[in-house]
């Protein structure tokens, strides 16, 4: 059986060759991921050109750093016990020196009130604001550690004032579009406006680039419907998200959010240290295995690696690992999730939710369904049916985008073909490629009204019986 589940893998373009992204893509990847926040445009470019050497079927998303808030460079780091008193400052150009602790939001002073908590490095170390003056928060320290320069902060149940974007995330919106990329994830979403705010640059420079937005704060949380009208899709990163919501929340939050976005028909992701013992080790815990496993059973559609391929030590190994679970998983589950019809076009809603439980009724083993925005092919695949779909699409930077597709599988063909004929000859080459034998029987989604006008009917036949047509 073909995995279903996807897998973005973040690579670094430290360690990038062509090479290295082929033994990804054999493992298993699906997306690679960009993490701006430690990249150049160049460094950036690296990663792209490699990736495209590779196969024109995997999808590139950049990752903003969004409206974040960080320490800012030092001097050299500063230990710290419980008990401690040091002073934050807003001042994104000047350097951490002594017990005073820069940070990259000027006016971090002013929005911080005093009995605060401020949270450095995913939660590594805590801070209780106790007092402040014109240009200082005076904090006490809650237990030991090392702060160290451009790590995270986080001020549970405190809403700061960032802009959605900063220029160094315009600079890379721009060229994401320059560069023809397939998604952006934008980091800290808090409501619709930031979504939009990335769109207005995309619609500027006339980009057809998807936006994932983040899910890693209580705004987010609250307000995914609003976001999910003007996002693609949705990343559940869990780390920022444990750190401003308590721990024990987040399980029921990140089922919440997939079964959300599998009813509303948009991909989502699931994110942070999912197998993060695997940056040293070649084995992964018995908990990460149920974490990744846990994902996978609630059908999310794709599963994200960090630092376990980035700057791990086995990331090849981590990615194999992912896809094994996964696939035991899927293996094991029979299932069609039953989400309500959309509303956008009744006809595909209709045949997309037909053709599936035709599948499950008839043991077909495919789907193969033609589209040229790819939104016939998400209606197929909200219904998390036991057939892979076959998406034969029109458009490469669509075909690329259903990467992130749970059971999709995407090819690309003119659309200045007879849409017939290339379905036929599309089935033809499944049987060559051995994806499906000629006694199989499969479901055909399609239109005769030409691409543009959507599907219009359901076939059901043998993979031979539609080979036949072709010669």
Known sequence: MLRKTKIVATVSNLNCSVDFIRGLYTAGMNVVRLNT????????????????????????????????IRTCDAEKPL??????????????????????????????VNDIPIGSSVLIDDGYIALAVMKKDR??????????????????????????????????????????????????????????????????????????IKIIAKIENSQGVDNLDEILDHAYGVMVARGDLAVEIPTEKIPLIQKSIVATCIERRRPVIVATQMLHSMIESPRPT?????????????????????????????????????AKIAQEVENKLSSFIDVPYSLENKITAYLAKAAVKAALRLNTQGIVADSLTGKSILALAAYRGDN?????VYDIKVMRQLSLSFGVYADYIP??????????????????????????????????FGPKQGASYIEVSTAGNFKNKCK
């Open 415 to 448: 659309l200045d073909a007879d849409t017939e004929q290339a379905l036929q000859d599309a089935i033809c080459r499944l049987v060559e490629e051995k994806k499906m034998k000629e006694d199989t029987l499969i479901i055909v989604v399609a239109g005769s």
């Open 286 to 322: 018995r908990a990460e295995v149920s974490d990744v496993a846990n994902a996978c059973l609630d059908h999310t559609d794709a599963l994200m690696l960090s630092g376990e391929t980035a700057s791990g030590k086995y990331p090849e190994v981590a990615v194999r690992t992912m």
């Open 37 to 68: 926040a430690h990249m150049s445009h160049e460094d950036a470019l690296k990663v792209i050109d490699n990736t495209r050497a590779v196969s024109d079927k995997i999808g590139i998303l950049l990752d903003t750093k969004g409206p974040e």
């Open 79 to 108: 230990a710290v016990k419980h008990g401690d008193y040091i002073r934050i400052k807003g001042a994104p150009d000047e350097i951490s020196r002594d017990d005073v602790i820069c940070v990259s939001y000027e006016h971090f």
């Open 388 to 392: 892979p779909i076959y998406a034969q």
């Open 135 to 208: 240009d200082y928060l005076i904090c006490h320290v809650e237990n030991d550690g090392v702060i160290q320069a451009r790590k995270s902060i986080n001020i549970p149940s405190v809403h700061v004032r960032l802009p959605a974007l900063s220029e160094k995330d315009r600079g890379f919106i721009r060229f994401a579009a320059d560069n023809a990329l397939d998604f952006i994830a934008h980091s800290f979403v808090r409501n619709k406006h930031d979504v939009i705010a990335v769109q207005d640059i995309l619609d500027q420079k006339k980009s057809a």
